[in-house]
């Protein structure tokens, strides 16, 4: 199963682009990338997800290169809501039996 | 209108009970997953279940018995609780692909349990 490693925590004030790599290094030709978004005292939520180059949509962006061994999630103009652990993980989605390996995930946390 | 629910959603025990944790899902998924949090905040999976068959079964020790009466719920029954067993632990579904499956799962609300 591919491994994926995270900062494990990024500062960042109200407004600012906020941009967190994941490094996937031996992530297979079927697994895609998917980003989770954890506030305290919930479960993780699914923010986006992409096999390769762009991907966009109402809450984040997510650039993959060529190779696939990294991908960036971008989150424009952060607010103090947006305070919380973001996981990458890489799995086969058409997999049932596929476990999800999250990684310790990255704190960010967003102050005024 | 909760997709995945939970309860109870906070446990206090003490060592050596036995106390169950039970998941529901009205989202119509084929699998369903426990994952153990621990105050360190690693997300780890435990079980997972599709169609009410189990199809992971990570090493976890043997006291934690997941049990899927459908394929609507997935309950997780503990036995001779420990102080280490103190965790939120998760429940989740996913979609499998004749719905679709994106990969995206779903989470409950965590039930957090506290071993005394």
């Known amino acids: 199963l591919a491994k994926t490693t995270q900062p494990i925590s990024m500062d960042s004030y109200e407004g600012q682009e906020v941009n967190i790599t994941c490094s996937h290094n031996?992530?297979?030709?079927?697994?895609?990338i998917t980003w989770y978004q954890q506030f305290p005292s919930q479960g993780p939520r699914f923010i986006i997800q992409?096999?390769?180059t762009k991907v966009t949509n109402e809450v984040a962006s997510l650039f993959i290169p060529a190779d696939r061994k990294s991908s960036t999630l971008s989150l424009p103009r952060v607010s103090l809501s947006d305070t919380a652990v973001y996981y990458c993980?890489?799995?086969?989605?058409?997999?049932?039996?596929?476990?999800?390996?999250f990684g310790k995930g990255t704190t960010l946390s967003v102050s005024s | 209108d909760t997709a995945v629910s939970q309860t109870p959603k906070y446990l206090v025990t003490q060592m050596g009970n036995d106390k169950s944790i039970k998941c529901e899902q009205n989202?119509?998924?084929?699998?369903m997953y426990w994952y153990k949090q621990d105050s360190k905040k690693f997300l780890k999976i435990m079980f997972s279940?599709?169609?009410?068959?189990?199809?992971i079964n990570e090493t976890v020790p043997n006291r934690f018995s997941p049990k899927s009466p459908d394929k609507a719920h997935l309950n997780l029954h503990i036995n001779s609780l420990e102080l280490g067993d103190s965790a939120v632990y998760f429940c989740?579904?996913?979609?499998?692909?004749?719905?679709?499956?994106?990969?995206?799962?779903?989470f409950g609300e965590g039930s957090r349990l506290t071993v005394l």
């Open positions: 031996n992530i297979a030709t079927n697994d895609y």
């Open positions: 993980l890489v799995g086969d989605r058409g997999q049932a039996g596929t476990a999800l390996i």
């Open positions: 989740a579904s996913r979609p499998t692909s004749s719905l679709g499956d994106t990969g995206e799962l779903f």
């Open positions: 992409g096999y390769k």
């Open positions: 989202l119509g998924h084929d699998t």
């Open positions: 279940y599709n169609n009410k068959e189990l199809i």
